[in-house]
């Protein structure tokens, strides 16, 4: 193999043949294949995009690239989750204990945050004391005992994702269908649970901006994962406005548990027990009916708030700040955002809000660079919410009181104050499987 020759391939818009795509990424993975080259194939990718059957060529052999983890030492049917990645999207943090205390099995790794989106090992880092590094057989005995445990990604789970990721993070290659796909569907083929529900983010915080853009990638996905034997569903989620009301690591953390405690905001708690009921459906513990109404009774009941925190403690972390929140470290400096004008909020940039929230510190600048768990945004105004004069449309805390002015710039940019209320948007725009694409 030439990698020339596949790249003059792709850029004239040709189909990259089984061994071509397989020799391509392990001489990458190996270092015989140069950065500069692959930085053209991305690029020809992105323009000339790949068939199915390349892209799902290209999922197996990333995800054969490390570790394909088994699970078979776990009881019962496993379920994993992924989110195409949001702002103030907790949703795992919430999901997973609902279907651990419901039957269902989940042993998931998770990421950290990734540009200005959130990620779920950075917050529960923000519980004291909780690990998210376990050897395979704590993480295995974790999930025997407590239905879930959430870790961050082993290193050597496809590692050919993490090395085309960076390579496509630094030459404006993230947003291709196939090159997303390829990159979700590696991990969790590899993560080795048996079914998979996705969470395809759709709007301004997403990476797919549009409705049309998120239900290709979602069936993409639907048909690797299919193909490669495991139940895959995709929901479409709503990512223009940001998910909840916090945005930063303990605060989303609090969040959660409140949705836990049924007393979470309406959006974020609809988007879980929608994304919960369709993993229970998943793992075969009823109709869509049954459930929905088996994920709600255990947020009444208290099994799904106790399930989380039987796991953290399993995961030595302190469960005294779930219950009583003022045990979280908090942020020394805060300020509230106060509206300039009378009017309804009619449109947030979720990126800029995610933007915000990371100038605050809750988010990395640089790789190396460390996160302030007590930093982030609580708003109190959201879309298509009424708004007065001097009223607090949101609260920034942080450490560094120099990131403030900057944030609320950001913040204030992120936000669009109009005269009429604006219509509302759906929170779930569509279910999707391989062959089929339910609308609500
Ligand atoms: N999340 C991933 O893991 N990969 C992508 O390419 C985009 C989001």
Redesign the pocket.
């Known amino acids: 193999m030439r990698m020339y020759d596949l790249i003059m391939k792709k850029r004239n818009g040709g189909v990259l043949t089984d061994l071509e795509i397989e020799e391509m990424i392990t001489g990458y993975v190996k270092g015989d294949v140069a950065d500069y080259q692959m930085s053209a194939m991305l690029m020809a990718i992105w323009f000339k995009g790949m068939t199915d059957h390349e892209t799902t060529q290209l999922t197996l052999v990333m995800a054969r690239s490390g570790d394909m983890i088994d699970l078979s030492a776990i009881e019962g049917k496993k379920v994993d989750k992924h989110s ?2 949001g702002v103030g999207d907790k949703t795992t943090l919430i999901v997973g204990p609902i279907v651990a205390a419901c039957g269902g099995r989940v042993a998931k790794m998770s ?1 950290r945050g990734l540009g200005h989106t959130g990620g779920t090992v950075d917050k529960l880092e923000s519980i004291p004391g909780f690990r998210t590094v376990l050897d395979r057989k704590e993480f295995f005995d974790t999930v025997n005992k407590c239905g879930i445990s959430l870790i961050g990604q082993s290193g050597n789970l496809a590692p050919a994702d993490k090395k085309l ?1 960076a390579l496509r993070d630094v030459t404006a290659t ?1 947003d291709s269908i196939p ?2 796909a390829s ?2 569907m590696s ?1 969790k083929l590899a993560a080795g649970s048996d079914c998979i529900l996705l969470d395809v983010k759709t709007g301004s915080g997403a ?1 797919m901006k549009t409705l049309e853009d998120s239900l290709r990638l979602a069936q993409t996905m639907a048909a690797i994962g299919e193909g490669a034997g495991r139940r895959t569903v995709a929901l479409i989620t709503d990512m223009d406005t940001p998910l909840g009301n916090a945005i930063g690591n303990s605060l989303e953390v609090m969040e959660s548990m409140d949705v836990l405690k049924g007393k979470g905001p309406a959006d974020l708690t609809e988007v879980s027990l929608q994304l919960a009921a369709n993993m229970l459906c998943l793992v075969g513990k009823g109709t869509p009916e049954e459930c929905r109404r088996m994920a709600e009774k255990s947020i009444e009941d208290g099994s799904a708030f106790e399930t989380f925190c039987a796991m953290v403690r399993a995961q030595g972390g302190d469960d005294s700040v779930l219950r009583d929140y003022s045990r979280f470290p908090r942020a020394p400096f805060h300020k509230d955002i106060l509206a300039e004008q009378d009017g309804y909020i009619v449109k947030m940039n979720a990126e800029a809000c995610g933007i915000a929230s990371v100038i605050l510190g809750a988010g990395r600048a640089t790789k190396e660079s460390g996160i302030d768990f007590s930093a982030g945004i609580l708003m109190k105004k959201k879309y298509s919410d009424a708004v007065k004069k001097g009223d607090v449309l949101a609260t920034l805390y942080t450490s560094k009181e120099d990131s403030l002015k900057e944030a609320e710039r950001m913040y204030r940019d992120a936000l669009t104050i109009g005269k009429d209320a604006p219509k509302d948007k759906p929170l779930v725009y569509a279910r999707v499987e391989k062959d089929k694409v339910e609308r609500y």
């Open positions: 195409t990645g990421g990721y993230v090159l997303i990159s979700i991990k990476f």
